[in-house]
Nanobody, 121 residues
Framework: QVQLVESGGGLVQPGGSLRLSCAAS????????MGWYRQAPGKERELVAA????????RYADSVKGRFTISRDNAKNTVYLQMNRLNAEDTAVYYC??????????????WGRGTQVTVSS
């Protein structure tokens, strides 16, 4: 089972940007899909963005389209989430996810421990 470690979270003002990183313990080249999920207090975990290795197709939650970008660097075994124009509704714990299901919203078998993103003035 691949181990995933997120980083890059923190406190940011509305309108600001953050870039999250997810470092995998082994090559992600063969992992068919990876994604970022988030869970806000009192809400269910939701898919934010996902990317598949074959062809690089991506998908995004409607609430983040045009503001967030997911990318993967197979050479560094890392997946990124660039988040721009952040607002208070983006406040949540963000989790990296890998494996079958990561792209569909169900979630793959491998999860990181999460990184907190807080958007506040």
């Amino acid at each position: 089972q691949v181990q995933l470690v997120e980083s890059g979270g923190g406190l940011v003002q509305p309108g600001g940007s953050l870039r999250l990183s997810c470092a995998a313990s082994r090559s992600i080249f063969s992992i068919n899909a990876m994604g970022w999920y988030r869970q806000a207090p009192g809400k269910e975990r939701e898919l934010v963005a996902a990317i598949i290795s074959s062809g690089g197709s991506t998908r995004y939650a409607d609430s983040v389209k045009g503001r967030f970008t997911i990318s993967r660097d197979n050479a560094k075994n890392t997946v990124y989430l660039q988040m721009n124009r952040l607002n208070a509704e983006d406040t949540a714990v963000y989790y990296c996810n890998a494996g079958a299901g990561a792209y569909t919203g169900v979630g793959g078998p491998a999860w990181g421990r999460g990184t907190q993103v807080t958007v506040s003035s």
